[in-house]
């Protein structure tokens, strides 16, 4: 009877060992739009699309709901762009790549950010490498990587789009 009470409270020890343990798991989710979101909000190292950084009225293919938009490229997604801030024809943006559409209110104040980072071996990469984020302005998520850009994917692979990008379609 004693060893039983003794297994049973070895048990219940261990759990409580690896429970936060796995909890700590949906925390990293959580971790990956944090870290987009800080990402997304330093703009030193970037390049505009078309080497602008003036405000563009959202297209009429546009799945976002703000005015106004403007988006650039970290270095490594910059390797991309031609001499006028557009994407090649064909290419992949390879690992690193980080693209940030920044969607402004009327008042030119940020909105939301919407972000594409390839990273092809992160827990929320979708298949073809891409950690999709939607982070408004003060942080508050919009919708968390852990979707794997299930509400994005449909729209930003429309015939037309380069590696799941379509500011060239539309700009
Ligand atoms: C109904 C279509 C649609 C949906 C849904 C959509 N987008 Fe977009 N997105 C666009 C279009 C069109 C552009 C080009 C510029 C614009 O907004 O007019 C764009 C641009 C972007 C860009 C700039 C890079 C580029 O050239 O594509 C990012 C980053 C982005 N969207 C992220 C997202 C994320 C993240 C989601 C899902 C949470 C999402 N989008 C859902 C249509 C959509």
Redesign the pocket.
């Known amino acids: 009877m004693k060893k039983n009470l003794l297994l049973v409270s070895m048990t219940l020890f261990a759990l409580a060992l690896i429970l936060p343990a796995c909890s700590d798991d949906d925390g990293g989710t959580a971790g990956t739009d944090k870290m987009l979101f800080e990402m997304a909000k330093s703009t030193s190292g970037f390049t505009w ?1 078309e080497n602008s950084d003036a405000n ?9 709901s703000e005015p106004l ?1 403007r ?1 650039r490229y970290n270095s490594p997604a910059a390797t991309m762009l031609d001499g006028d801030g557009r ?1 090649k024809d064909g290419i992949t943006f390879p690992d690193g790549s980080l ?3 920044e ?1 402004l209110n009327s008042n030119g104040s940020i909105g939301r ?4 980072y390839k990273q092809s071996d992160h827990p929320d990469a979708d298949a073809d490498g891409w950690v ?3 982070i408004a302005g003060d942080g508050s998520v ?2 968390p990587a852990v ?1 794997k ?8 692979g ?1 015939a037309g ?2 590696d ?8």
């Open positions: 699309f563009l009225p959202k297209s009429s293919g546009t799945g976002h938009l988006t994407i693209i940030v559409k969607l950010y919407a972000i594409l999709w984020g939607y919009t919708e979707n850009g299930a509400g994005c994917r449909g729209c930003h429309q789009h380069i799941f990008n379509l500011m060239n379609k539309f700009f």
